[in-house]
């Protein structure tokens, strides 16, 4: 069964203070990672899809990163407005998502 | 603009009766799939459809049933069987069926 687990489930940052989320899977197979956010009351946003290990993607102050065995999601000098519930999620058939790691940033 | 549109975004129901939730998108996706959000929990699959007049259970089918009569619309149906019905639902799409869904804003579901 695939598993997707992610860490920490909460993570409190002061406003400019640069932190890494945690995404570790176990799936054979994997056809692909993805990340999304999540506002409080309102459906996820897809923000990256990673393919193979190795692969990084960027946007604005996230960056996102894949190992053979599990991603990071990396919040550089993180704003208020980056304040939200980060899910991940991993594919062979259906996709599998991940409880989600809630982030509070404060100015 | 284009998008996916669920309602209600709330909903109450008496324990015993059958409601429906409605999902719409005008991104022209073929696949569509319906959601369960519970505090603490991953996204759970309840149904998808790949294709019009065909429908899949996912992993929590027992007590929900859908339709997809139209490309752009996918009901979900919560029956009285459903016995724990108390959540958040979300309705996505995706072209292809690959990773990247499209979600609604989800629709809160509260049994009394």
């Known amino acids: 069964e695939d598993q997707v687990t992610q860490s920490p489930e909460a993570l409190r940052l002061q406003e400019g203070e640069s932190s890494s989320l945690n995404c570790s899977y176990t799936?054979?197979?994997?056809?692909?990672l993805f990340w999304y956010r999540q506002d409080p009351g309102k459906g996820p946003e897809f923000l990256f899809t990673l393919y193979s290990a190795g692969e990084e993607k960027e946007k604005e102050r996230l960056k996102a990163t894949l190992t053979k065995k599990e991603s990071f999601l990396h919040i550089t000098a993180p704003k208020p407005e980056d304040s939200a519930t980060y899910l991940c999620?991993?594919?062979?058939?259906?996709?599998?998502f991940g409880a989600g790691t809630t982030v509070t940033v404060r100015a | 603009d284009g998008g996916i549109t669920q309602s209600p975004k709330y909903l109450f129901r008496k324990e015993g009766q059958n409601v429906t939730l409605s999902c719409e998108q005008n991104l022209n996706h073929d696949a569509m799939y319906w959601y369960r959000q519970d505090p603490g929990q991953g996204l759970r699959l309840i149904y998808y459809s790949q294709i019009v007049n065909d429908f899949q259970k996912g992993d929590i089918a027992e007590g929900y049933s859908v339709s997809r009569e139209k490309k752009e619309s996918f009901p979900l149906t919560v029956t009285s069987a459903q016995k724990n019905p108390t959540a958040f639902y979300l309705c996505?799409?995706?072209?292809?069926?690959?990773?990247?869904?499209?979600f609604g804003e989800g629709s809160r579901l509260t049994v009394l």
């Open positions: 999620a991993v594919q062979r058939g259906k996709l599998s």
């Open positions: 799936v054979s197979g994997l056809r692909g």
């Open positions: 996505a799409s995706s072209m292809g069926g690959n990773g990247e869904l499209f």
